[in-house]
């Protein structure tokens, strides 16, 4: 039998690069200098794609691919997979939940807490030499602050758990009220902003959810506000964001995700009360062994006709 072809989309980790060597016929389309032309090429014979959560599988991509049966997502959010045209063909798609949970919601706190209490600017004020001239400017607590979640799900879960720990009021927004939770629940993002001096976004990207972060968000949590994000930058109204912070009417932000990855606006970068990073919440090597391990056992799962570990349609 001769190997099925996977078309991978971005790169891996040596790690699961090797035994997927070994057990496929992999084609590596980051790599390819004219991409047109190796997808000419390889689309034909494509029964597989390996994505990864930010690059996901365009609809025309998954049209160019005949004998395409399965996408395995190297991620949660398969926001960027077309669905409806994996459904419509009977191509199954796969992610990695629970795997990554925990690391996620530890990196919306490590963000919440870099801000608050100004490492970033604290190194630099180490580093520079200026902390022998004078203190750096105070932090502010996270102990007693209101905390909003916003999206409810596996992440949104495992964030409550930690802000039991840091002492914060905890409330949270979704589709509807999560069963036996006595957090307080807002159905609006807006009313949750309002109710709340950090909101740590942690909503599925998707169409349901584009610009959901909208000015209305921004202006409810207010001057001291500060905005997280270790969802996806669909969420966010990045232009009102921008707005909101040159105009000093949200008081800082602090993202792991953005709009046009990795090509953020520079706009954000102007800002001092903005934290940013290479949108790596998940980026743990024991988290990401474990995804690229269930990306490799729902392939392996699909071509010996087992059920899938983690299937999404
Ligand atoms: C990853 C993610 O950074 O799980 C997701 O949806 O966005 C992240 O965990 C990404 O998928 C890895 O490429």
Redesign the pocket.
């Known amino acids: 039998m001769p190997k099925p072809t996977v078309l991978m989309m971005?790169a891996y980790p040596d790690w699961d690069l090797e035994p997927l060597e070994q057990d496929y016929d992999l084609r590596k389309l980051w790599l390819a200098a004219d991409k047109e032309a190796f997808l000419a090429e390889t689309a034909p014979q494509v029964r597989a794609i390996a994505t990864?959560?930010?690059?996901g599988a365009s609809g025309a991509l998954i049209g160019r691919c005949p004998k395409l049966e399965i996408v395995s997502?190297?991620?949660?959010?398969v926001d960027a997979i077309d669905l409806e045209t994996a459904r419509a063909r009977g191509v199954r798609v796969t992610n990695?939940p629970d795997v990554?949970t925990e690391d996620?919601a530890d990196f919306a706190f490590a963000l919440t807490l870099a801000h608050l209490r100004k490492i970033v600017a604290g190194e630099a004020h180490v580093r520079s030499g200026a902390w022998r001239t004078g203190n750096l400017p105070l932090g502010a607590s996270l102990r007693g602050k209101r905390l909003g979640i916003l999206g409810f799900g596996r992440i949104g879960r495992a964030i409550a758990r930690r802000a039991e720990g840091f002492g914060v009021t905890i409330a949270y927004s979704d589709v509807a009220p999560a069963a036996g939770v006595a957090y307080a629940f807002h159905r609006s993002a807006v009313e949750l902003a309002a109710a709340s001096d950090i909101l740590i976004a942690s909503v599925a990207g998707g169409e349901a959810t584009r610009g959901l972060v909208n000015a209305a968000v921004f202006e409810a949590l207010g001057p001291s506000g500060l905005f997280v994000n270790v969802a996806?930058g669909s969420v966010v109204d990045e232009a009102a964001l921008i707005d909101a912070l040159a105009s000093k009417r949200l008081g800082g932000a602090a993202l792991d995700?953005f709009l046009n990855e990795p090509n953020i606006d520079s706009r954000l970068l102007a800002f001092d009360q903005v934290l940013v990073q290479p949108?790596?919440?998940?980026?743990t090597v024991e988290t990401r062994k474990a995804?690229g391990k269930l990306v490799r056992d729902n392939l392996e799962a699909h071509f010996a006709g087992r059920p899938l570990l983690t299937p999404v349609v």
Do not use: A, D, N
């Open positions: 971005g990864r959560g930010e690059i997502c190297y991620g949660v959010g990695t990554l996620v996806r995700v949108h790596q919440s998940s980026g995804m």
